[in-house]
Nanobody
């Protein structure tokens, strides 16, 4: 059984930075793509970024391109989301997810518990 544990969320002023981490256990981490999603109050969960099994392919939503960067360290079973130039519109609960294939395809079945990111104006 896969377990994903996010950390690194918090309160930050607009224009600031945060780095989220997601530690995975229970299944061979390096075989699968990983992703980050977020859900703001009153809105549906949306895709933020994904990374292939080796880290060779990155995918970012248009809304975060140039500001957020996904990365992974397979030796630490951890995926990261570096978030720069944060805007109050980025306020949401951020979820880590594991896909079932080496590259992101169908919606991932495994999710973390989420970490809150709040950006003040």
């Amino acid at each position: 059984q896969v377990q994903l544990v996010e950390s690194g969320g918090g309160l930050v002023q607009g224009g600031g930075s945060l780095r989220l981490s997601c530690a995975a256990s229970g299944r061979t981490f390096s075989r699968y793509a990983m992703g980050w999603f977020r859900q703001a109050p009153g809105k549906e969960r949306e895709f933020v970024a994904a990374i292939s099994w080796s880290g060779g392919r990155l995918y970012h939503a248009d809304s975060v391109k140039g500001r957020f960067t996904i990365s992974r360290d397979n030796s630490k079973n951890t995926v990261y989301l570096q978030m720069n130039s944060l805007d109050p519109e980025d306020t949401a609960v951020y979820y880590c997810a594991q896909y079932t294939r080496p590259t992101p395809s169908s919606p991932p079945p495994t999710w973390g518990q989420g970490t809150q990111v709040t950006v003040s104006a």
